[in-house]
């Protein structure tokens, strides 16, 4: 048979699918109801075979040109994204992740750098002031001290509105760069990590030493345990994108890194949840007029959540050997 | 089965479960700038537009640090995950991708999952180094991301590489038929050739690309093209010296492509015709 006639044959085949094509990109399938979704499997399977036939057929360049874009198109439309799988999320999230948490050493790692520099660097601040201006500024830390001259005594629900959500935006924000960072030569997450604990060790240590010190302490202490440790989660999870650049355990290094992919970003997603806990704590319970007892109670009560979540979860999910 | 990279140019070769090859163009960085910039645009705007409504409901209210604060909410929400959650519910695009037919796809031609939608585009805060003004507010550079691109032969930056993904434009070529080229002359010529003469392969694709450009090339330039090809078969179907080149060509792919000489056979069904190329490849030597 001859090209001309064979492509006069297959039109409006083609024409049929592409039509679908396009009410499936515009509508998805309800749209194409259920006699023509099957319509749409039949004819893109009938535009493979002539796509990987059209060698054989002599079909011109551009035609073969034409089908390719119609099967790519049409793959699209066939195949397509998984959503979101919150049943498959939850269970990452609380059983997955406290056993990777508890197992993997790159937390133990960043928790032990975090702190370790985080106290190291209190103390310097404590004892030295020209070293908390050296590392944190003298404009930045004159503005910390200014922002707690005066105690914590309730602001209105308005400006703890505005502070909730300027905490999430803020403070997630930099645990998400922080994760990214990981990825900066392998040990990017490590920098990040040191120059978070040094800078914040030296705020800490400095506003011990002057007088708004009750201030300070009555302010951090509610919602500290859930933002330094979803910061210690974060440095842990971008830590983990970066080692498997650098020991990729035999893989090449892009295989190595597609598979730490998948244990680090639900650690991730778990720090950000802990942000966004922190930043409703931060907005609403820290600069209350609530007793100062009441601000500690908060604060064991995360510390004890906490530890059970990693822990409790995550001995309960730890990997069980065959008897 | 392991394949050679045979990737020359950005056009990629992909195998699908159900065997079949398909080629796809790549998308390269100044093709995804401006999708780019169109979901940047969509960003503020929408920002805008959420400013004015949320702090004039809530003011009307006496809450207005509330709608402040709710602002921030969603330019955490945006800014972070808009890209990630479209790229999931429109099965690799954003409106910006949409609009410029581009698309997301995992490197095994397979559409993406959410885990790498949102991880691509958190990886953007690298991907994005340098950044001009501080914070979550910096305008990107991209150069970090160009320069994963322009190392590696997929157009993949970083984010890209991390989930695995590629970035495909989706072209919508419009189908032409056959070159009609019916002149009386053509036509003359055509049944001049001799019948026992088949085209082979190579020479029918190098027939129907010539004839599909050759509207565009001057006459003189035609001739010269054409002679390269023409002056060995006109040598073998013992036609006069002097016989235009052009017209020889366009005579043969009239033959080959349109022209039924064959009126008297059957046509085959696409399964059947399949069916006998197989059994002639199994056996020929």
Same mark, same amino acid.
């Given at each position: ?74 793959? %699209? ?28 050493? !790159?937390?133990?790692?960043? !928790? ?45 629900? %308005? ?19 922080? +994760? ?15 120059? %978070?604990?040094? /800078? ?14 009750? %201030? ?9 345990? +859930? ?10 999870? &971008? ?18 890194? /597609? ?37 500690? &109670? ?26 | ?23 796809? $163009? ?25 400013? $004015? ?24 929400? =945006? ?5 990630? =959650? ?35 585009? =958190? ?42 993904? $590629? ?49 565009? $090339? ?68």
């Amino acid at each position: 048979m001859k090209v001309a006639q064979l492509l006069e044959k297959r039109r409006a085949g083609w024409a049929e699918l592409e039509t679908m094509c396009r009410t499936l990109e515009s509508g998805g399938t309800r749209r194409l109801g259920p006699e023509g979704v099957l319509r749409f499997a039949t004819a893109y399977r009938s535009a493979c075979a002539d796509l990987a036939l059209a060698d054989a057929y002599q079909l011109p360049p551009h035609t073969v040109q034409y089908l390719h874009d119609l099967v790519g198109r049409a793959h %699209n439309q066939l195949y397509r994204s998984k959503m979101f799988r919150w049943r498959q999320w939850g269970h990452e999230l609380f059983v997955e992740v406290p056993r990777r948490l508890l197992f993997d050493r !790159t937390l133990w790692l960043a !928790t032990a750098v975090f702190w370790g520099i985080f106290f190291a660097s209190m103390a310097l601040g404590y004892s030295s002031r020209s070293y908390c201006e050296d590392t944190v500024g003298v404009d930045a830390l004159a503005s910390v001290e200014q922002s707690f001259a005066t105690p914590p005594r309730g602001r209105d629900a %308005n400006t703890s509105g505005a502070m909730g959500g300027f905490y999430v935006f803020n403070n997630a924000g930099i645990g998400l760069r922080c +994760f990214a960072g990981g990825l900066v030569l392998g040990v990017g997450g490590l920098l990040i990590t040191i120059s %978070n604990a040094i /800078q914040l060790g030296a705020i800490f240590g400095h506003m011990f030493t002057v007088e708004a010190r009750d %201030n300070f302490i009555e302010f951090v202490t509610a919602h500290g345990p +859930f933002e330094l440790t979803a910061i210690v989660f974060s440095s842990a999870a &971008g830590m983990r994108l970066g080692f498997a650049l650098v020991d990729t355990g035999g893989l090449s290094r892009i295989k190595s890194l /597609q598979r730490a992919v998948y244990q680090a970003v639900p650690t991730m997603a778990m720090a950000v949840i802990l942000f966004c806990l922190a930043a409703v704590i931060e907005g609403f319970i820290s600069p209350s007029s609530l007793p100062y007892a009441a601000k500690a &109670g908060v604060a064991v009560v995360s510390t004890i959540l906490l530890l059970l979540y990693v822990f409790g979860l995550g001995w309960l999910g730890r990997p069980r050997r065959a008897v | 089965m392991p394949q050679p990279q045979r990737q020359l140019d950005s056009r990629i070769e992909i195998v699908t479960p159900e065997n079949i090859a398909f080629h796809y $163009i790549l998308a390269g960085p100044f093709r995804r700038l401006p999708a780019y910039l169109i979901d940047c645009g969509i960003i503020l705007g929408f920002l805008i537009l959420a400013f $004015i409504v949320l702090t004039m409901t809530t003011s009307f209210g006496g809450v207005g640090g509330l709608g402040i604060g709710l602002w921030l909410l969603l330019v955490f929400i =945006v800014s972070w995950f808009y890209f990630g =959650v479209f790229e999931t519910l429109w099965n690799g695009q954003t409106p910006g991708k949409r609009m410029l037919g581009l698309r997301v796809l995992s490197e095994n031609g397979q559409p993406i999952n959410a885990m790498q939608a949102i991880l691509r585009n =958190v990886l953007r805060a690298v991907d994005g180094l340098p950044f001009w003004g501080a914070g979550g507010l910096g305008i990107p550079f991209y150069m970090c991301g160009l320069a994963a691109m322009a190392a590696g032969s997929r157009y993949q930056r970083l984010g890209d590489l991390a989930c695995g993904t $590629i970035v495909v434009v989706e072209r919508r070529s419009r189908l032409r038929g056959v070159a009609r080229i019916e002149h009386p002359d053509v036509v003359r010529m055509a049944l001049q050739l001799p019948v026992s003469f088949t085209v082979s392969r190579g020479l029918a694709h190098a027939l129907s690309v010539y004839v599909a450009r050759r509207e565009r $090339i001057a006459p003189a330039r035609r001739y010269e093209i054409a002679r390269s090809l023409a002056e060995p078969l006109a040598a073998r179907f013992s036609l006069p010296g002097d016989t235009n080149p052009d017209l020889l060509l366009c005579a043969l792919y009239y033959r080959t492509f349109i022209a039924d000489s064959s009126a008297g056979s059957t046509p085959l069904s696409p399964e059947r015709e399949a069916q006998e190329m197989a059994d002639a490849e199994v056996t020929l030597p």
